[in-house]
């Protein structure tokens, strides 16, 4: 029988011209079957001993089961982090922010492959921004690392911000963890760099860097005196060319405000530097700039202190996502919602009212 053999429906003529035909099915063959077939899942043991003999792929997959909201791999994701602890602190954690067009997929590049020439292992946690509308993201940050993605002694991993103040997914902290533990010794953060709650980045780093632009002057009007207040360094990026002079001003422009603003670390004068990240010129200098600061906090107590306050901090932060996630998925708040969510738009109930209300209800239910 032929592959491929006419339709029922063929012309009487049977006229060559007439190119439908229908394609018989075909077995398929072994090597296609194992393509079909469900990859098993790891136990927390293969993750465990994946993770810790820096298998790269073992290491995507941890981080896509500690970015999961399935119950089932929550538990298992805990479990996870729970036998890794051990393994992990032993990085220097770097947050880099900074308004769009600063440069700072090209700068992490230049930065990241500067530490992996130099033996370090560099691992990226690159926040992309989540539409509002559909949660959807590009994760583009490869295609635009493409020269650091390609190092052996390199992992990035895109992650989408999921709608997070300050463009930080909210699993950015066990992944950093995981990075940790897998032996990358440098992790960079790169936030979505928007201008909200950047208290976030700092809360989970050791050394935030800004990264800016030329045109200090009319910048410096517009930037929020409070973020300016959380970074150990101001990076003035696209010192080349004609840009370098007007980066100069920048950067003088940039250390006369911070002379009179509170530094974000005790013990640690904050100032402003200028790169090129294009031309690779300053990056070494930054580099000395943060083993410096390094060397200061450990040496007076203050790293270690504002690591014990950062786990601190996110204990209370997971007992808040933990109680509105438990909040919101209750049967009777589900049911409750949508009513009070019409009456308080048609105006019919003010605000604190049906608050009160919803929550008189979820609290008589979870007894």
């Not at 009487?12 to 899942?41: C, G, H, I, Q």
């Not at 993201?137 to 895109?158: N, V, Y």
């Not at 390094?294 to 690591?307: A, D, I, P």
Request: proline share 3%; net charge positive; glycine share 8%.
């Amino acid at each position: 029988m032929n592959k491929y053999d006419r339709p029922e429906w063929t012309p009487d003529e049977n006229n060559e011209a007439f190119a439908t035909y229908v394609r018989k099915e075909e077995p398929l063959s072994s090597s296609m079957k194992k393509r079909w077939v469900k990859r098993k899942e790891r136990s927390i043991s293969e993750y465990v001993e994946g993770v810790l003999a820096s298998d790269r792929t073992i290491l995507a997959q941890a981080i896509t089961l500690v970015e999961s909201n399935a119950e089932r791999h929550m538990a298992m994701a805990q479990q996870l982090l729970q036998q890794l602890l051990p393994h992990t602190g032993n990085s220097l954690r770097i947050g880099i922010t900074g308004v769009p067009g600063a440069g700072k997929s090209t700068f992490i590049e230049a930065f990241g492959t500067f530490l992996c020439e130099r033996g370090h292992r560099v691992a990226v946690l690159a926040v992309d921004p989540s539409s509002s509308l559909t949660g959807g993201s590009i994760l583009g940050d490869k295609t635009r690392m493409e020269q650091l993605a390609r190092h052996p002694r390199a992992f990035i991993r895109p992650s989408p911000s999921g709608g997070t103040l300050g463009g930080v997914h909210r699993k950015t902290r066990e992944t950093m963890l995981l990075c940790e533990a897998a032996g990358y010794d440098v992790i960079l953060i790169e936030t979505v760099g928007v201008g909200q709650s950047e208290g976030m980045v700092r809360g989970m780093v050791d050394f935030f860097l800004l990264l800016a632009l030329t045109g200090a002057g009319d910048e410096l009007q517009g930037m929020k005196k409070g973020i300016m207040e959380l970074v150990d360094a101001i990076v003035i990026n696209k010192a080349d060319g004609d840009n370098k002079k007007r980066a100069e001003l920048a950067k003088a422009e940039y250390n006369q405000i911070l002379h009179y603003l509170r530094h974000a670390t005790k013990g640690w004068k904050t100032k402003a530097y200028t790169c090129s990240a294009l031309l690779g010129e300053g990056i070494a200098e930054i580099w000395d700039v943060i083993q410096q600061f390094m060397e200061v906090t450990k040496k007076s107590g203050v790293f270690m202190e504002r690591r014990r306050m950062q786990m601190k901090d996110w204990l209370y932060a997971m007992i808040k996502d933990y109680l509105e996630t438990s909040f919101f998925a209750h049967p009777i708040v589900k049911q409750t919602l949508p009513s009070l969510e019409r009456e308080v738009m048609d105006g019919k109930q003010p605000v604190t009212m049906a608050v009160q209300q919803l929550i008189e209800q979820y609290e008589r239910g979870a007894r």
